[in-house]
């Protein structure tokens, strides 16, 4: 694993061998914990993907208190965010790519 134009690098085998759990960290970031525990690739994105599960529900969490200005603005932007980025974090792993999402890319919680 190395660092490249502000990308991490792993091996052409293990990005092969767990791509598809790298893609489902972004819909179930356990998933990978539980299946692929040993592949850095599948935990970078598991790592993303729990980074923007707990984004996610801190937003709705947030905007569900805010009368108004957070049901109706807040909570559905910061969705309509997840979802985006989600895709992008999709998109990156299947390409075997392992960039980091924007704003939340830079936390690392799972090691």
Do not use: C
């Amino acid at each position: 694993m190395e660092m490249m134009d502000g990308k991490v690098q792993f091996s052409a085998e293990d990005i092969n061998e767990n791509k598809t759990m790298a893609i489902l960290a972004y819909i179930l970031f356990f998933v990978p914990l539980l299946a692929a525990r040993e592949s850095k690739f599948a935990m970078y994105h598991a790592n993303q993907g729990l980074v923007l599960f707990l984004a996610a529900m801190a937003v709705n969490l947030i905007g569900s208190l805010i009368p108004v200005i957070g049901w109706f603005f807040i909570v559905p932007l910061g969705n309509l965010a997840a979802i985006v980025l989600a895709v992008l974090g999709i998109v990156n792993a299947y390409r075997g790519e392992a960039k980091p999402l924007p704003l939340v890319g830079g936390i690392k919680i799972i090691k």
